[in-house]
């Protein structure tokens, strides 16, 4: 007896793989779920830690093993488009955003990065009010949210751990989606996380996130 035949059309958007748990139940998950020691009174759970998860029209068969059950979506046939990301960080690291511009297009991946920098090009912006300037980096944060929204992972830019508050908001923003974040540095995720918890003071001047 084989494993029934998955219709990936069927399938969320959002879903890479498919288990069956100990009782037989399906589950769309979206990343390679994990055998956990928790014991059910079927067997183990699978875990699928930090992602998103739904039960399936699917049932496992008598007879068949669920800890060979995992399944992951097909590749589609064509040219596969490359990995979109989205660089985010303080607009002060500006050689961290070219070096991983540079660094992430060798990779082969498509790079969505700042594309004006309030600081270094603050001649272009001399001649706005403090309102006017205000309202122009409100109206360049909500673009760079759209900009996530177009990625498929994100990469967090800093040094020394520093994280500002507009990348705080684009890193909640993009967990919110279910986006692959990467850190360049373990510092600046271990900050987020401990920032998210209250347990630590931010370090810096929010307005220095620009």
Same mark, same amino acid.
């Given at each position: 007896?084989?494993?029934?035949?998955?219709?990936?059309?069927?399938?969320?958007?959002?879903?890479?793989?498919?288990?069956?748990?100990?009782?037989?139940?399906?589950?769309?998950?979206?990343?390679?779920?994990?055998?956990?020691?928790?014991?059910?009174?079927?067997?183990?759970?699978?875990?699928?830690?930090?992602?998103?998860?739904?039960?399936?029209?699917?049932?496992?068969?008598?007879?068949?093993?669920?800890?060979?059950?995992?399944?992951?979506?097909?590749?589609?046939?064509?040219?596969?488009?490359?990995?979109?990301?989205?660089?985010?960080?303080? #607009?002060?690291?500006?050689?961290?955003?070219?070096? *991983?511009? &540079? %660094? !992430?297009?060798?990779?082969? $991946? /498509?790079?969505?990065?700042?594309?004006?920098?309030?600081?270094?090009?603050?001649?272009?912006?001399?001649?706005? #009010?403090?309102?006017?300037?205000?309202?122009?980096? *409100?109206? &360049? %944060? !909500?673009?760079?949210?759209? $900009? /996530?929204?177009?990625?498929?992972?994100?990469?967090?830019?800093?040094?020394?751990?520093?994280?500002?508050?507009? #990348?705080?908001?684009?890193?909640?923003?993009?967990?919110?989606?279910?986006?692959?974040?990467?850190?360049?540095?373990?510092?600046?995720?271990?900050?987020?996380?401990?920032?998210?918890?209250?347990?630590?003071?931010?370090?810096?001047?929010?307005?220095?996130?620009?």
């Amino acid at each position: 007896m084989e494993m029934p035949t998955l219709v990936w059309s069927e399938a969320p958007d959002w879903a890479n793989y498919h288990v069956y748990q100990a009782w037989g139940q399906g589950y769309w998950t979206e990343y390679e779920p994990i055998m956990g020691n928790h014991i059910h009174n079927h067997g183990r759970f699978w875990f699928a830690l930090n992602t998103k998860a739904t039960a399936s029209n699917y049932t496992l068969p008598l007879g068949l093993d669920y800890r060979v059950s995992v399944e992951r979506r097909p590749a589609p046939t064509g040219r596969l488009r490359p990995t979109v990301v989205c660089l985010c960080g303080s #607009t002060r690291f500006s050689e961290a955003f070219q070096q *991983a511009q &540079l %660094d !992430e297009t060798l990779a082969g $991946k /498509i790079v969505l990065t700042i594309g004006c920098n309030m600081k270094s090009d603050a001649d272009l912006f001399a001649h706005m #009010t403090q309102k006017e300037r205000d309202d122009l980096k *409100a109206r &360049l %944060d !909500e673009l760079h949210l759209r $900009k /996530i929204d177009m990625s498929d992972e994100v990469l967090v830019l800093s040094a020394d751990g520093y994280i500002g508050s507009s #990348t705080r908001n684009e890193i909640d923003y993009a967990l919110s989606l279910g986006k692959t974040i990467r850190w360049l540095e373990d510092a600046a995720q271990k900050e987020y996380y401990a920032l998210a918890q209250g347990k630590t003071p931010y370090r810096g001047d929010d307005q220095e996130d620009a």
